[in-house]
């Protein structure tokens, strides 16, 4: 059974910076596409980016280019999402989201999922 967790989340000050970490067991990591996805309150889910398999490629939301930026190491079977210049759109609990294949947008595409982790972005 592919369990994930995430962790990194917590409150911090408009402009400020956060990493998040997820950890895969249970199965082949370096042959999941790792997402990161973030809900908040009385919204859906909403991809955010993602980096495939094969370390090759990345893709990320409009509303967060040039501010987080994805990446793995599959011998810690670890993806990280590097958060900087927060804002308080930015407000949501974030997935950690795992797939076979490449990477894919929605949420439905998604096999495995982390329990989510609070980021909250408030002065």
């Known amino acids: 059974q592919v369990q994930l967790v995430e962790s990194g989340g917590g409150l911090v000050l408009p402009g400020g910076s956060l990493t998040l970490s997820c950890t895969v067991s249970?199965?082949?990591?370096?042959?999941?596409?790792m997402a990161w996805f973030r809900q908040a309150p009385g919204k859906e889910r909403e991809f955010v980016a993602a980096?495939?398999?094969?370390?090759?490629?990345?893709n990320y939301a409009d509303s967060v280019k040039g501010r987080f930026t994805v990446s793995r190491d599959n011998a810690k079977n670890a993806v990280y999402l590097d958060m900087t210049n927060l804002q308080r759109d930015d407000t949501a609990v974030y997935y950690c989201a795992g797939r076979t294949g490449g990477t894919r947008l929605r949420a439905l595409q998604y096999d495995f999922w982390g329990q989510g982790t609070q980021v909250t972005v408030s002065s």
């Open positions: 249970g199965g082949p990591f370096g042959s999941y596409s």
């Open positions: 980096a495939a398999w094969n370390h090759d490629y990345t």
